[in-house]
């Protein structure tokens, strides 16, 4: 089983040497790969510097662009799983055994790594508006896909050859977390939950701001209902033909 | 229309015309994106040379006041327009994106082949 580490990077100079550290000393045969996305700071500098394995996007795209460029990397280089991880030190890497093992005892496609199922909360707990917008986004998630997900935004996600390949083709590049789940559940794809630890994040700007919130709810929502109509329609082409 | 404003009319619609044509001779315009411009240019002259034609299209359509007509039309290709764009935008972005995803891959595999060739 290959695997590989998906590390989107957008101005994470303070944060991204330590996650890279944390992860060689965790498995030193790992395999990873940093995508700097278009950084302003000195991210790209460090990576070289350091000889991280990374690819440097020449110009930013944004988080979904970015993790799409690692998933295609991912399925051009034959590695089975890959794990999405994030750049800023959110993630603990001791909980990649546990997101990896549905994925290698095909229980499941995807595996989403949660804050939030019950009995296992994360010591770490966000705001309570970040909290409520989860949730709004969550029970949108329940109606259109009849799956309850308790983490849709979560960034550590683990997914399998088929998801990977998928992804490479086509990833949501607005609000790629919630979206793709939508697209991968509405294609019939398992979709598990495992919980996991995350930390406070130790510098840089989440990529998602408070005053941003309410918008950013009302907008994935709608993304939400479209891609499920749109993905209703693709299953009913298929059957047909 | 007195027939001064028509001669008026008729002069700034040919050189709205003209204007484009010679973009497109320049090739700074496509031709396939202009085609609706001339279309309605030529649309404007035809209204301008033919005293009446507009007054009696809007009157069999059943429109109360031939500027309703004209609004309608007006707004409703504008709104057309800046859908098409708003498309065409859409898939310039993801064709972007497709080129800048590539070129980084490419970029990466190049510099990888230099460090082994450096070892």
């Known amino acids: ?26 498995d030193n ?8 996305d278009g950084s302003t700071d000195n991210t790209l500098k460090i990576l070289q510097e350091n000889n991280i394995n990374h690819i440097n996007l020449i110009s930013n795209l944004g988080i979904g662009g970015a993790v799409q460029t690692g998933y295609k ?19 603990d890497v001791k909980y990649i055994k546990n997101i990896c093992e549905p994925i290698i005892n095909e229980k499941a496609n995807l595996c989403i790594g949660s804050r939030y199922i019950k009995g296992h909360e994360s010591k770490f707990q ?7 917008g989860k949730n709004i986004i969550s029970f949108m998630i329940k109606i259109c896909c009849h799956q309850k997900i308790t ?24 609000y790629p977390e919630p979206e793709s789940l939508v697209t991968v559940i509405k294609s019939g794809e398992k979709v598990i939950e495992v919980p996991v630890n995350m930390n406070e994040r130790q510098g840089g700007k989440s990529s998602i701001h408070a005053w941003k919130n309410v918008s950013y709810i009302v907008k994935v929502s709608i993304a939400i209902i479209v891609n ?14 | 229309m007195s027939l001064n404003l028509r001669i008026v009319l008729l ?41 009446n034609f507009i007054e009696t299209i809007s009157n069999k359509l059943g429109f109360e006041v031939a500027s309703n007509m004209v609004f309608f039309l007006t707004i409703f290709i504008a709104f057309y327009l800046i859908f098409m764009l708003t498309l065409k935008i859409s898939q310039e972005n993801s064709k972007t994106r497709e080129l800048i995803q590539e070129i980084s891959i490419l970029n990466k595999k190049i510099e990888d082949y230099r460090k082994k060739e450096d070892k």
């Not at chain 1, 966000?126 to 409520?132: A, E, H, I, N, P």
């Not at chain 2, 973009?23 to 005293?51: D, G, M």
């Open chain 1, 1 to 26: 089983m290959k695997i590989i580490l998906i590390i989107p990077a957008y101005n994470e100079e303070k944060n991204i040497l330590n996650v890279c550290k944390a992860i060689e000393e965790y």
């Open chain 1, 29 to 36: 045969d790992l395999d990873y790969i940093v995508i700097n």
């Open chain 1, 73 to 91: 990397y991912a399925y051009r280089n034959g590695y089975d799983i890959a794990i999405q991880f994030d750049g800023d030190g959110q993630h």
């Open chain 1, 126 to 132: 966000s705001t309570f508006m970040r909290r409520l």
């Open chain 1, 151 to 174: 983490d849709p935004t979560s960034g550590f996600r683990a997914v399998d050859r088929t998801i990977i390949k998928k992804f490479s083709e086509y990833y949501p590049v607005e």
């Open chain 1, 228 to 241: 499920s109509i749109r993905w209703k329609g693709k299953r009913k082409n298929v059957i047909k033909s």
């Open chain 2, 11 to 51: 002069v700034i619609v040919c050189i709205y015309l003209l204007v484009i044509i010679k973009q497109i001779k320049n090739k700074k315009l496509q031709i396939n994106f202009c085609i609706i411009w001339i279309i309605i240019s030529i649309l404007l002259i035809i209204a301008v040379c033919i005293p």
